[in-house]
């Protein structure tokens, strides 16, 4: 591309300054440029060396800056009004310091014409290295980066393995010492051979391995990158390690509660304890069990949805909707709220997996009544927009807090109360469902107004 610049720019200051001056000359029209003196020929040439300088100074920045059009327009002002009108005054005489002429308009045409295509190509060029400049600036800022501030080690080789350039994160992992690790030379070798990306992890000690990837470039050469595997493994290992402390402790409290009642009822004796005291003990047990039930429950069913893929068939997400909420309608009554369905819909037509649709709304429905007071309502709605369901499940109840949303609340083992007793696993399961039909989910929550989670599902 700059090649081509300089060759069309040759071109055009070749037929501005030498052919059409030739031309010009076969008909009797060139231009006539006289000074009056030394002094003025010294600041003819001062004055077309600042007038250049001063277009590529402007034209050179890629933003438009005020107070460098404003200081260029001063300078020209200075040199070509100021100065010639002191130097008339200083010599007494009205004559002009340069006049140019020519016994044909058309001369003159071409003088104007000459200068104006030269102060376009300065402009023209100036405004390219400024391009060029400020590119050259952010590859350095990038390769500064690249070279002191990333994990993942760089390098560029040659077809002959020369090393090209290394970032010092590179220069730790591919290489042992000066040499370039034989791992490494076989698979740039490999690399270079089959003209495709290949790639193997490395051990580099027994806690850190690299997983090192080398491919071909455009021009010929072989990048290579070297990530770290470790960070990867420890992400993974803190979350399972939380996950078990979590799991392990919700185990705990009413496995504690259900021994400790039961212990209670063995070690009485006949007629020690009356009716209801034994009634309460046994509410507690069941109340316990019930937990620890539901517990597991989540556990296999997350496990379910990591494993097993959705069993899809033709369904009505109507029909799904009313199956939820018949489960819930007794519970609701007892505890004197409402559950409502709102849709103007006939039949939704839709290709899913009943089971895991009938848990993902249920699990939302549950929530709505387990977080409201007496006299709260849970509204389903479904409309149809487009090309997908939108569903949403809304309630008047506690609402959940700032900090959870609009996603953590739907990460594993997050709880929007710490001390209510749930897994944290229910609106992350409802997220991995709705994903593995292709959809979306969020959730908007006032602080002791309600909550309303919205699911999209194509169609």
């Avoid at 000359?25 to 600042?50: E, K, Q």
């Avoid at 193997?200 to 090192?212: D, G, K």
């Avoid at 007794?330 to 709220?337: D, N, S, T, W």
């Avoid at 900090?403 to 007793?421: N, Q, S, T, W």
Wanted: glycine share 4%.
């Amino acid at each position: 591309m700059m090649r081509r610049s300089w060759v069309i720019s040759t071109l055009v200051f070749f037929t501005l300054w030498i052919a059409l001056p030739s031309l010009l000359n076969s008909l009797n029209a060139l231009v006539t440029i006289r000074v009056a003196s030394p002094d003025a020929l010294a600041w003819l040439m001062g004055s077309l060396v600042v007038t250049t300088g001063m277009i590529a100074r402007t034209t050179y920045r890629r933003s438009f800056r005020l107070w460098t059009w404003l200081f260029a327009a001063a300078v020209m002002v200075f040199f070509w009004i100021l100065l010639p009108l002191s130097a008339l005054e200083n010599q007494n005489r009205r004559t002009a310091l340069v006049s140019v002429s020519s016994p044909n308009l058309l001369g003159l045409v071409w003088f104007i014409i000459a200068l104006a295509g030269t102060a376009a190509l300065i402009a023209y060029f100036a405004k390219r290295a400024g391009i060029a400049t400020e590119a050259n600036r952010r590859r350095h800022i990038i390769l500064s980066l690249v070279q002191d501030h990333i994990v993942e080690g760089v390098a560029l080789f040659d077809r002959k393995l020369n090393l090209l350039w290394c970032n010092s994160a590179g220069q730790r992992c591919l290489f042992d010492g000066r040499m370039l690790r034989a791992e490494v030379k076989r698979l740039i070798q490999r690399s270079a051979e089959s003209s495709r990306s290949t790639s193997q992890s490395l051990t580099l000690s027994e806690s850190e391995r690299v997983n090192v990837q080398a491919a071909p470039t455009p021009d010929g050469c072989i990048s290579v990158i070297a990530r770290p595997l470790q960070n990867e493994s420890d992400a993974a290992t803190l979350f399972y390690e939380r996950f078990m402390r979590r799991i392990v402790h919700d185990m705990r409290n009413p496995l504690a509660a259900v021994i400790a009642h039961a212990s209670n009822l063995r070690a009485l004796e006949d007629g020690q304890q009356t009716v209801t005291d034994m009634r309460a003990t046994a509410l507690t047990i069941e109340t316990e069990a019930q937990r620890l039930t539901r517990l597991v429950d989540s556990l296999l069913f997350d496990a379910r949805l990591s494993y097993v893929p959705p069993a899809s068939e033709k369904l009505d997400l109507l029909d799904v909707i009313e199956e939820v909420y018949f489960q819930h309608d007794e519970r609701a009554i007892r505890e004197g709220k409402i559950i409502e369905i709102d849709s103007s819909l006939k039949v939704a037509p839709l290709e899913a997996d009943r089971d895991l649709l009938v848990r993902a709304i249920s699990n939302l429905v549950d929530n709505s009544l387990k977080y409201s007071a007496v006299g709260a309502s849970v509204r389903i709605s479904l409309e149809l927009s487009t090309d997908q369901y939108l569903l949403k499940v809304s309630d008047t109840g506690d609402g959940i807090a700032p900090e959870y949303l609009p996603d953590k609340i739907f990460e594993a083992l997050v709880r929007g109360r710490p001390h209510d007793g749930g897994s944290g696993l229910g609106l992350s399961i409802v997220k991995k469902i709705v994903e593995l039909h292709h959809g979306s989910i969020s959730a908007e929550s006032i602080v002791g107004k309600g909550t309303t989670i919205t699911v999209w599902l194509p169609t």
